[in-house]
């Protein structure tokens, strides 16, 4: 089985983003079945054993996906059935991978015996691209393994109205994120990096 998707548009992020958020408030667990039209979203009574859903959320893909295949296990199986606890990255691993590029490039990703997720945002601001110390080779890429837990921390204060959101990475060692807001408040997040 196979799933790849890409999302680029902010609009439907955010839309996408908030229908995840609102499913998480309602239900610790929730079965992800992806198909090849439609995403649902299915939530059953956590205590009431095989019953009928009481939650059921159907989105059509090609609105929210600019890229979009899935391979299933055969011509009789062609859907995806995922079981999820709680629609996030630290549910699924305790480390995430951050890479940064020179080219403007910010990848979060976990890897998983099951599964590798990785979320991707392009054509951001590069304010500058230093070098290390120790000479390592990180003039086009940066990337530094933090704690999954500290950086869904971070990613919950995104309900702070922000007009702004600046990530530094220190090649294997630290992770600076930060939140600006329209009063000109500043709100950071130390994560140092995960070393081995």
Request: charged letters at 25%.
């Amino acid at each position: 089985m196979k799933f790849r998707s890409v999302m680029i548009d902010a609009g439907p992020m955010r839309e996408f983003t908030n229908i995840v958020s609102t499913i998480s408030k309602l239900s610790k667990e929730c079965i992800l079945r992806l198909s090849s039209d439609q995403i649902f979203f299915i939530v059953c009574d956590e205590n009431s054993g095989p019953a009928p859903p009481i939650l059921w959320c159907e989105i059509p893909q090609a609105m929210f996906f600019s890229e979009y295949q899935l391979i299933g296990l055969d011509d009789d199986h062609k859907d995806i059935y995922l079981g999820l606890t709680s629609d996030r990255m630290r549910s699924m691993a305790s480390e995430v991978v951050i890479r940064a590029s020179a080219e403007g490039r910010l990848t979060l990703q976990i890897k998983t015996d099951m599964a590798k997720v990785s979320t991707r945002f392009r054509d951001l601001r590069v304010e500058s691209f230093g070098e290390t110390q120790n000479n390592e080779d990180t003039s086009r890429v940066c990337c530094c393994r933090v704690d999954a837990k500290k950086l869904s921390m971070f990613l919950s204060a995104d309900m702070i109205s922000h007009n702004r959101t600046i990530a530094s990475v220190v090649h294997k060692k630290l992770v600076v994120l930060c939140l600006h807001t329209d009063e000109n408040v500043k709100l950071q997040c130390f994560i140092s990096g995960i070393v081995y």
